[in-house]
């Protein structure tokens, strides 16, 4: 399997490609009794822990454009979605650990969302509404970023836009997962570990989480 | 909408007050186009803001690549008692992109110099605050002209995935 | 590139003072906030500086592009048939809005005639989408203001005419139905049936929206008066719509230069006095109204015949065509393959949106690809009339404000 290629930055591409093969079935050796040993559930506290998390998202208010319409609808109340116990929509994403990208993701609003993102307490999940966040959609243009260039996504709904019972149904997913406690150690593919406090004078404190007066960053 | 004839005799009076200001008229399913001399064009507007036109309804940028004078910007003016339409037209090229700025006469013309610049590089002179307005601040290029890529991230099949992950698109 | 940057902060933050002072006449130091892209009101990723003199906003900056989708770039990449789909997603609350005024630039171009059936049709489907559109403002207005109820009323009726969408045209949003020449399909048996008990039922449903929210005290104390302009600073601004329309000026397009047979249907139009909060609210809620009383005339005389225009070279011919006429296939397989050809000329067709003149610009070369497509959006230039609204007010006004502005950041950012 050995291919010599040009170095990627942060040896990205391998990993990726070795989850994949985790994925696929093809890990021996230590790479298999890690992954055996992150999977199994070992104690019963674990599940309850898992079960009252999947049960208990509290989703962040993000629309972005369209997606966010249908997301609205998810919450209205013919398709209701305080029967799941997902209808605690909270503004500040420090409260939060569900955010549904729903809609484009254009270059400048890009790093805006990875922040949100950051400023998220942990466990946080994400989940990708849409084709146009998930994939670049019907824009294949300069202005749009896919999600999962910048950011982990556990899971993607496809649709232009998805019905309200296709996110119902990508969140039930995203329940089932997350019931089976699943390692949060891919995220640190994306740097999305341990980003939610970036105090000033630490190393890699030129991060755009920490602000000066008169900062207007992002603008 | 005037008809052709309206249109003819806007124009002669037009030229009559400023002989080379209005260079052609155009007039086509029933749209009428003053094309004007991107040096008289803020005159040209106050003109037509007096004769009656004082609604500007949009005014954006068109690339005629590759006619030259490439950069071309369209003014829509409405007339709101005749309910008449009449559009103003100019054209620049790319190394003298300069325009005068009519936010004087028509206060709304700001977002949409602003995005006829950002998107087109025409800039106004005179215009209160000329900067980017949807793209970022630091982009480089002007997005709609016809020569700059639509861009886009190459659709992965297993043949290309591993070639063309990494490079810059 | 940090000089360009710093160039930037300081046109931003330079701010332009008013005359009056604050309160008691001391002067307090200037701050600026950031309503940033990300903010708990449901109107779209703006950004907004706002500076204040303690709670009055002296100075607002809207910053846009955060959605910013390429969308006339990518027209320009696309056939005509292909771009109605990607124009569709600009404006996002009226999306048969969008197709309507790029639909109705290239038949002016094309100088063809839409039959009278698929005018009716496509003024049935765009006044439901001016009341759909006019329900989501209402209920995200009412949750800005703290009006939690009124959000659960107006998407139970939204998801009303989402259901007759999909009935005609089987999506719920952009649903590509309009088509160059005309719809894409007759509407189906049962549309008429349940469109007729929809609009029985949308005026009763109006009034109770007005009697929840018309009188309330909370409301008129915090729309009435707030946010005052006069028509003269509109209209040089550029504003359309019900601002327009609120601040006394009773311009609409559907009756100055009507398009698609509006000159058969008899409505009023609701205009405002005083410019303020209330009266924005005032003339969308009386459009729930007359919006019902088109559909119904519309329905009442829809005229038989065919839903599309009948220029083989324009839209696809028919499918039980194919198996008996040559002709009809090879249109068909031109059709599907490249496009029709639009001979060359540049249109302007401005329709009126829910939100104010909704024009489209289409410059065509001759091949079967637009050579330019620009939307003006009114959203976009109706946020130009965002300063002079709340320069001098409150800052809890500025959210009751930008909420009766009723922006659309997708057409804003297109």
Redesign the interface.
Known sequence: MEVTREP??SD??IRQLQARDMLRGDLEGEDLDRYVEERVMTTTLDRAVAWARGNSFFPLTFGLACCAIEQIHVVASRMDLARFGWEAFRASPRQADLIILSGRVS??MAPVVRRIYDQMLDPKWAISMGACCS??GV??????V?ADKFMPIDVHVPGCPPRPEALAHGIIKLRSKVLLNPPPGWRERYDAVGTEEVLPGEPDSADINVFEHGDTAG? | MPDATALELTAQELRDSDSDSVLDTEF????A?LVVNPNRIKAVLARLHNRGY?????L????YYPHEPRLGV?Y?LLD?YN?D?I?VKTRVSTESPKLESVVEI???????ER?VYD?FGVQFEGHP?L?????????EGH??R?D??????PVLFTYNEERS??KDV | ?SS??ED?RR?EQSITLSSEPAGTGETHELMTLNIGPHHPSTHGVLRLLVTLEGEVVRDIKPI??YV?T?I???A??KSYWKVIPVVERMDYLSYYFNAMAFCGAVE??L?IEVPPRAQYLRVIHLELNRIASHLVWLGTSALDLGAISMFWYCFREREKVLDLFEMSSGQRMHTRYFQVGGVMEDIPPGFALQLRKFLRMMPTRADQYADLFSKNQIVLERLRGTGIVDQETM?????TGPLLRASG?P?DLRK??PYSSYDHFDFKIPIGTYGDNYDRYRVRHAEFYESTRIIEQALDGLPEGPFITPDRKVALPPRHELATSMEALIHHFKLVTEGFRVPP????Y?IESPRG?L?C?V?ADGSAKP??V?M?DPS??N??ALAPMVRDGYIADLIATLAMLDPILGGI??
């Open positions: 990627l930055p990205f591409r270059i400048k994939s670049m824009f294949n243009n300069y202005a749009l896919p603008a | 086509h399913r029933g749209r186009v004082g609604f500007l309804a949009s954006h940028g068109v690339d369209l829509e709101m309910v339409r559009s028509f206060p709304g013309a700001e977002f949409q995005e998107m605050d900067r980017r307005i949807l793209m970022p601040e630091d982009y997005p709609q016809r700059f890529p639509v861009g886009g991230e992950y990494g | 590139m360009l940057t930037y046109r846009i592009g910013h390429g006339e770039k990518t320009e990449d002016t171009l100088d209209l040089k601004l550029g504003v000026n311009w100055a230069q000329g540049e249109a302007y401005p003149e024009g610009f410059r050579a330019r620009h003006r976009f230039v946020l130009q950012d297109r």
